[in-house]
């Protein structure tokens, strides 16, 4: 008979952000740990709220079901001698198995018959079995960080205070440390904190109803996105679509119950992120815009309490006070921050570190102005590039204000505000605004040219800065969020149609930290670039598969070189194209043999004296012919018209080897053809290895 196992794992307020996670791993965990152990199951679902994590699987078997387990041992061929008597392997089989050698039977498999030995192994009961696993599942759910509390050893994200288990009914006992499960839960920590028992998952819900919980994360979320619309609806605003909020709220209650404030509208005339980031960031509240202009905060916010209560208004002053209290730091921080230049705050940044090793974020600021300078002007802005100079000079500023040092979360931000206000071009402070954007992976991108120039700008600088002085990512850990910064860089130039050399910046970036620090890291300036390379070419590498390009193209385009983005991804989607064509597979046989006999090859100068066949003579002629075409097409960034062209050559490569000896007795004859060979190698190579591809 089938039968419904609870799990429910109650501790201390488990942090917002651990939640989700949680609630997928102790499904999926569970999942794993009863396959493991030969218990079929119907269905499989986990839930979750601050105080507790929920666990119930439906259709458990009573037990296990009988088994036959089949060991092999030796071939039969060796596993007896000549006169039918075991060997040693047989013998030995015998003895690891714990059986007697009469035991062993022969079986067939698809290699001949072998010794085995079958085993009836009797299912055991599953209640027996869930008291084993479940211990185990509670204390392997893995978090970022664990505690311990008291004197045991055991580690949770939170103090365990109680632990629900019961299958068809019935309590599953064991121990985590002091702590034995029991058929109790409890409700709300207030409004329901006497435990109550369950046999089976109606009882369960009706508990947490009774206690004032919403189990369902999902319900939970519904309900207060729904709740939240309506109520900023009636106040004639709306609630911008904000998931991460939105979660982190449901994450945080286990009833909610949706209230609204007010604030003072003069606290309006402060730059409106500033507000947003105090009541989201800080405050978890909703802020609420104008329905008739979409960017107009209104003086009012949402927020969630997490108990019900009777006299709402004195809940809703309580929140107003205190975001009152935070607006009212914000404008003194505000107005003091700007009773001064921007430009004033640039000496406060020698006192404030950026890396130990590379200086502090004036040192940083220095650098910037010069690989600004030089990506301006590479990029041909010219008489423009000036812009992009002062924002960078100005750029990280803001960072010793009184504003951002509260709320690091509006660098940038504010750095545009107080630019504006101290006199700076529109376009300085656009671009002090925008230069660490993107904020996330799939973040906003610069709007502006001058903006994605100096987000391109700081994050080389970063990735430089970081790489030379040896915290570079591992597998595990990025603390420094390299790998987002690296795909900034390429989702910006690729936005923008930016060409720029990464090899040639890089070493800009890093000669002057170099300079900066007196030749410290001069000994490691090319292994340091070259890894940079190839950590940006890997990030490309993921990027372009992402968007769909097959891995094989991608790494045949790298493999000849990885420098300028927007060339590499313009020469995927060309070699992409060209892949179509019908005759593709026969001229990427005949190039992959080219490859494999010229091999490291360089291709040395062509004698005409010593091409002899008329086949190789053609060839010389074709490749000439060829190659000018094509380093035309490639100058002109054509590189589909210019593999096109590298197509005639497939007639007289043909030709060649079914009528040419390369590897000829005379050794100028066979130097001249290698080299021949090497030259439309390396002509193929401008655009992609055809040997790294699956014809």
């Known amino acids: 008979m089938a039968k419904e196992l609870i799990l429910e794992i109650g501790t201390e307020e488990i942090p917002a952000g651990f939640l989700d996670y949680a609630i997928a791993d102790l499904s999926s965990l569970a999942k794993k740990a009863l396959e493991e152990n030969s218990l079929n199951f119907e ?36 596993a007896f001698d000549d006169n039918g008597n075991p060997t040693k392997p047989a013998l030995g089989f015998a003895k690891a198995q714990g059986v007697d050698i009469k035991k062993l039977t022969t079986v067939k498999r698809d290699r001949g018959e072998f010794l085995a030995v079958k085993r009836k192994i009797k299912g055991q009961k599953t209640d027996k079995i869930l008291k084993e696993i479940l211990p185990s599942l509670i204390t392997s759910l893995p ?49 329901h904190p006497k435990a109550f028992k369950v046999a089976n998952w109606d009882e369960y819900l009706e508990g947490m ?34 998931a991460d909020l939105l979660e982190t709220v449901s994450n945080l209650v286990e009833i909610p119950v949706v209230l609204k404030g007010n604030f003072e509208e003069d606290f309006l005339s402060l730059p409106k992120e500033v507000l947003i980031s105090v009541m989201k960031n800080h405050q978890k509240y909703f802020p609420v815009f104008s329905k008739t202009n979409k960017d107009e905060l209104l003086p009012h916010f949402i927020f969630v309490c997490g108990t019900p209560v009777d006299n709402t208004d004195v809940v809703s002053k309580g929140n107003e006070r205190v975001i009152r209290a935070r607006f009212t730091d914000a404008r003194f921080f505000y107005d003091d921050d700007k009773s001064a230049p921007l430009w004033d705050k640039l000496e406060d940044l020698r006192g404030m570190v950026y890396l130990s090793d590379v200086g502090s974020y004036y040192d940083k600021t220095e650098r910037l102005k010069i690989l600004a300078n030089e990506i301006g002007n590479n990029l041909g802005f010219e008489n423009n590039t ?29 750095g545009k505000y107080y630019a504006e206000i101290s006199g700076e071009t529109p376009e300085v402070a656009k671009a002090i605004e925008e230069h660490y954007m993107p904020t996330g992976r799939d973040g906003d991108l610069p709007e502006t040219d001058y903006g994605s120039v100096l987000s391109i700008v700081d994050k080389i600088d970063n990735i430089a800065s970081c790489f030379i002085s040896g915290l570079i990512p591992t597998g595990t850990s990025d603390p420094y969020a390299l790998r987002r910064q ?21 070493e800009i970036s890093l000669k002057s930290i170099i300079d900066q620090t007196e030749s410290k890291f001069s000994d490691s300036l090319d292994n340091t670039l070259e890894t940079i390379i190839a950590f940006m070419a890997e990030r490309f590498r993921n990027i372009m598969t992402a968007e769909g390009y097959e891995q094989d193209v991608v790494e045949a385009v790298i ?7 927007l060339d590499s991804k313009r020469k995927i989607e060309a070699l992409t194209e060209f892949r179509k064509a019908t005759d593709f597979e026969a001229l990427g046989s005949a190039f992959k043999r080219v490859v494999n006999i010229v091999k490291d090859h360089s291709g040395n100068d062509i004698s005409d004296n010593h091409l002899i066949e008329d086949a190789e003579k053609q060839l010389h002629i074709s490749l000439n012919d060829v190659r000018k075409k094509v380093e035309a097409k490639i100058v002109d960034k054509n590189y589909l018209d210019s593999l096109l062209h590298m197509k005639e050559l497939k007639e007289p490569v043909d030709k060649f080897f079914d009528n040419v000896m390369v590897m000829d007795e005379d050794p100028k004859i066979k130097e001249n053809r290698l080299s021949m060979l090497a030259h439309i190698k390396n002509l193929f190579f401008k655009i992609a290895d055809f040997s790294k591809l699956n014809t």
């Open 209 to 242: 109803k009774e206690g004032y919980v919403i189990i369902d994360q999902k319900k939970r979320r519904e309900t207060i996105n729904t709740e939240t619309a309506e109520l900023a609806d009636k106040i004639g605003g709306y609630i911008p679509e904000d």
């Open 486 to 506: 690296a795909i900034g860089i390429i989702n910006i130039v690729l936005e923008k149609n930016f060409h720029v050399s990464l090899r040639k910046f890089f």
């Open 386 to 414: 000036r812009h992009i100079v002062r924002a960078a000079f100005l750029s990280k500023a803001d960072l010793a204000t009184q504003m951002v040092f509260e709320f690091p979360e509006l660098q940038g931000i504010m």
């Open 43 to 78: 269905s499989i679902e986990s839930h979750g709220t601050p105080r507790r994590l929920t666990l119930r699987v439906e259709g458990l078997p009573e037990k296990q079901e009988d088994r036959t387990e089949e060991a092999f041992g030796p071939p039969i061929k060796i």
């Open 143 to 191: 978090f970022r960080k664990s505690m311990k509390w008291g004197d045991g050893d055991v580690t949770f994200v939170r103090p365990l205070r109680w632990i629900l288990a019961i299958f068809g009914g019935k309590t599953i006992t064991f121990n985590i440390e002091n702590l034995k499960s029991s058929n109790k839960s409890y409700g709300h920590r207030f409004m």
């Open 559 to 565: 493999s000849v070189g990885f420098d300028d983005i």
